[in-house]
């Protein structure tokens, strides 16, 4: 199973984005979906999980600002961004549990400037 991210990018505080995370088959069977991000010189840190029953997880520093989806058609999850701050500045990667595995996707660079 491959994962694939994407819809990261640099944008001002405040500002907005919507990461995707596209499987190569169906996500039905995945047990959850989620995002962790690491900056640089950072241990990789939980951001947000989706579970199979669309029930929702957040780390503190994220409520409010983040919400997690999942689109079971297009086999994709996502993480929509809001008022994005420099300390959200990080490679953003999704993982998801299958079985009992957890699949890590590449990463995808979201850079906040103030």
């Known amino acids: 199973v491959q994962l694939q991210a994407s819809g990261g990018g640099t944008v001002q505080a405040g500002e907005s984005l919507r990461l995707s995370c596209a499987a190569s088959r169906s996500i039905v069977a995945f047990k959850s979906m989620g995002w962790y991000r690491q900056a640089p010189g950072k241990q990789r840190e939980f951001v947000a999980r989706?579970?199979?029953?669309?029930?929702?997880q957040y780390a503190d520093s994220v409520k409010g600002r983040f919400a997690i989806s999942k689109d079971n058609a297009k086999r994709t999850w996502y993480l929509q961004t809001s008022d994005l701050k420099p300390e959200d500045t990080a490679v953003y990667y999704c993982?998801?549990?299958?079985?009992?595995?957890?699949?890590w996707g590449q990463g995808t660079q979201v850079t906040v400037s103030s």
């Open positions: 993982s998801a549990a299958l079985g009992g595995n957890l699949l």
């Open positions: 989706i579970i199979a029953n669309g029930d929702t």
